[in-house]
C-alpha cells in the first residue's frame, strides 16, 4: 500500500496530484488512470478498480464531478455526491488517488499527468473507450487497455431492481 493512501481522505487538488505523479515517476513507477461516476459502489467497480491497481503500481482514479455524472446518468443522479464518492473509493486499498473532474472527459487532465496505463471496464472495447483519451494516451507511447467487468452489474440496473420493489 502506497504511503498516500494509509492518509487519502479526500479528492487530491489536480495541481497537487501533477506533483506528486512527478515525484513518483522518480521512482520508476508505473502510473494507472481509470474513470467514472462511481455512484453506488459494487462489486464491479471493485473488480475493475482491483484489476486496474494490478497493471501498475499507483492507481489515479478520475471521478466524474456530481454536475458531470447528472449530465452523463440524468437528473436523479448521482444518488451520492461527489464528496461521499470520493470518500468511499479512498477507502479501497487499490485506490492510491482520486481526482475530480467535470464534463463528459478528463482528457485535460489525462494530457497533464501522463498516465502509462488507461484501464476501463470489459464493458468498453478498445474501440468504444472515448478515443480522444486512447490516442492522447498512446500519443506519449502509454497504453490503453480493458480489463474484465462482473456481468450484469451496473448502478443503474441497482436502481431499477431497488425502485421495482
Same mark, same amino acid.
Given at each position: 500500500?502506497?504511503?498516500?493512501?494509509?492518509?487519502?481522505?479526500?479528492?487530491?487538488?489536480?495541481?497537487?496530484?501533477?506533483?506528486?505523479?512527478?515525484?513518483?515517476?522518480?521512482?520508476?513507477?508505473?502510473?494507472?488512470?481509470?474513470?467514472?461516476?462511481?455512484?453506488?459502489?459494487?462489486? !464491479?467497480?471493485?473488480? %475493475?478498480?482491483?484489476?486496474? &491497481?494490478?497493471?501498475? @503500481? =499507483?492507481? $489515479?482514479? +478520475?471521478?466524474?464531478?456530481?454536475?458531470?455524472?447528472?449530465?452523463?446518468?440524468?437528473?436523479?443522479?448521482?444518488?451520492?455526491?461527489?464528496?461521499?464518492?470520493?470518500?468511499?473509493?479512498?477507502?479501497?486499498?487499490?485506490?492510491?488517488?482520486?481526482?475530480?473532474?467535470? !464534463?463528459?472527459?478528463? %482528457?485535460?487532465?489525462?494530457? &497533464?499527468?501522463?498516465? @502509462? =496505463?488507461? $484501464?476501463? +471496464?470489459?464493458?468498453?472495447?478498445?474501440?468504444?473507450?472515448?478515443?480522444?483519451?486512447?490516442?492522447?494516451?498512446?500519443?506519449?507511447?502509454?497504453?490503453?487497455?480493458?480489463?474484465?467487468?462482473?456481468?450484469?452489474?451496473?448502478?443503474?440496473?441497482?436502481?431499477?431492481?431497488?425502485?421495482?420493489?
Amino acid at each position: 500500500m502506497s504511503e498516500s493512501h494509509s492518509h487519502l481522505t479526500t479528492a487530491i487538488p489536480l495541481s497537487k496530484l501533477i506533483s506528486t505523479i512527478e515525484n513518483i515517476r522518480h521512482d520508476n513507477k508505473k502510473i494507472v488512470w481509470t474513470n467514472g461516476c462511481f455512484d453506488i459502489l459494487h462489486a !464491479g467497480h471493485v473488480l %475493475l478498480l482491483n484489476e486496474a &491497481k494490478a497493471q501498475g @503500481d =499507483i492507481l $489515479v482514479v +478520475g471521478l466524474n464531478s456530481d454536475t458531470s455524472a447528472r449530465k452523463l446518468k440524468g437528473p436523479g443522479r448521482p444518488i451520492n455526491n461527489e464528496r461521499k464518492r470520493t470518500y468511499v473509493l479512498c477507502g479501497l486499498r487499490a485506490v492510491d488517488y482520486v481526482v475530480i473532474f467535470n !464534463g463528459s472527459s478528463p %482528457l485535460s487532465i489525462i494530457k &497533464k499527468i501522463k498516465p @502509462d =496505463i488507461y $484501464v476501463k +471496464g470489459g464493458d468498453y472495447s478498445i474501440d468504444t473507450v472515448n478515443q480522444d483519451e486512447r490516442k492522447a494516451v498512446e500519443g506519449y507511447g502509454g497504453k490503453a487497455i480493458t480489463v474484465g467487468v462482473e456481468k450484469d452489474l451496473s448502478t443503474t440496473k441497482i436502481i431499477s431492481k431497488i425502485n421495482l420493489q
